[in-house]
């Protein structure tokens, strides 16, 4: 079940992004019905039908920002710099994956893990990422649920 605040911040956004494992095809649907566009890519627990709506990379623009999307970045050793060679005219990567959140720099370059609101796993709480576009400059915040 995702909690009531992240639906509450989903709903309430430009956009969403989610950073795979939607596991089923009723996840992916909810979260179509919240409202705003929803931007997803497929990860590597997700149902068969899952996967075959969505890709395995994006990249979504807002406001003259680029932003890409992966579930698995990889390793944690190297993984700022694979990131910024994959998707170079990007200006952050957001995946998950790992449902650690993580905000890494590289100049105007940006990693960006929100965690996860549902499943947590080895962190240490449920969280959920907010990304603002002000004039192409991109800022993330994390959300402790």
């Known amino acids: 079940m995702i ?3 992240a639906v509450e911040l989903m709903a309430g956004a ?3 992004l989610h950073a795979g494992d939607l596991i089923e095809v009723e996840v992916l649907e909810a979260l179509e019905r919240l409202g705003p566009p929803l931007h997803a890519v497929r990860g590597n627990v997700d149902s068969a039908q899952v996967q075959a709506r969505l890709p395995l990379t994006r990249i979504v623009e ?10 698995d970045a990889g390793q944690k050793d190297g993984r700022l710099r694979r990131m910024r060679n994959r998707f170079p005219d990007a200006d952050a990567v957001v995946f998950g994956h790992s449902h650690l959140p993580l905000h890494e720099h590289d100049g105007a370059f940006q990693l960006f893990n929100p965690g996860s609101p549902t499943e947590r796993r080895r ?9 603002t576009v ?9 959300i402790v649920l």
Do not use: K, N, S, Y
């Open 62 to 71: 807002a406001d003259g920002a680029r932003i890409a999307m992966i579930h």
């Open 3 to 5: 909690p009531p605040r």
């Open 134 to 142: 002000t004039g192409g400059r991109l800022a993330f915040e994390l």
């Open 14 to 16: 430009d956009a969403i």
């Open 123 to 131: 962190a240490p709480e449920h969280t959920i990422g907010v990304a």
